[in-house]
């Protein structure tokens, strides 16, 4: 049935750890994903994105896995400071036969909560 | 680089009203997006504009409609306001609608 409220799985971790983030996604023909971070009262912030050719990406203490045989991605962060408290979502582009494209049309997760105890 | 604004960042309006919200794509971008975020549905997509021109659209009911500018710029409108379109409002700029896309801070409608 519909929830009444997203009930946000929640990630907590200490600082300086590493975390793991997550997320499987719908579309199998979706090539492209975004992951973004939302602190509370702000927009999403853009984190990371991967193409669906290739299966490892990485950034500054990020580093995003994208496995395709299970529709699965994964969200890593290098030793974890408080200001990584947020909740993360993970996005992708699912491919309309229309256009050959998405057309700005992300497909949110439900989001996790990383929170970071000091 | 100047980000995505989006104005108002907050708003209260009343039951049967209308509302406009505004939001300025980075220099540059022309596929502007338009998601309503509340926590009972998280976020959801509602269109896309891409030099003018409505490319996709969500599911959302005809009260919630846009445009885009010539500059870009875009605005949304909701009309005839319900209290389930209490929300965060976000648009997100890119430069195809394919590629990076960023987030403005947002505007909170409370509809009372």
């Known amino acids: 049935g519909e929830s009444v409220g997203l009930h946000l799985p929640t990630l907590s971790v200490q600082e300086g750890d590493n975390s793991i983030i997550n997320c499987a996604y719908s579309?199998?023909?979706?090539?492209?994903f975004i992951w973004y971070k939302q602190e509370s009262g702000k927009g999403p912030q853009f984190i990371i994105d991967i193409r669906s050719n290739m299966d490892k990406r990485q950034g500054q203490r990020v580093t995003v896995l994208l496995n395709k045989t299970v529709k699965h991605l994964s969200l890593q962060i290098a030793a974890t400071q408080p200001g990584d408290s947020a909740v993360y979502f993970c996005a992708e582009f699912p491919r309309s036969v229309n256009y050959g494209g998405s057309q700005g049309n992300l497909i949110f997760g439900k989001g996790t909560k990383l929170s970071v105890k000091p | 680089k100047a980000g995505v604004t989006q104005t108002p960042r907050y708003l209260i309006k009343t039951r049967g009203q209308q509302v406009t919200l505004s939001c300025s794509p980075i220099s540059g971008h022309r596929s502007v997006s338009w998601y309503q975020q509340t926590p009972g549905q998280g976020l959801q997509f509602l269109f896309e504009y891409f030099s003018e021109t409505q490319r996709n659209k969500g599911n959302f009911p005809g009260r919630f409609s846009g445009r885009q500018f010539s500059n870009s710029r875009s605005e949304m409108n909701v009309s005839t306001l319900e209290l389930g379109d209490s929300a965060l409002y976000l648009c997100?700029?890119?430069?195809?609608?394919?590629?990076?896309?960023?987030f403005g801070q947002g505007t909170r409608l409370t509809v009372v």
């Open positions: 997100a700029s890119s430069f195809t609608g394919n590629t990076e896309a960023f």
């Open positions: 579309n199998s023909a979706s090539d492209y």
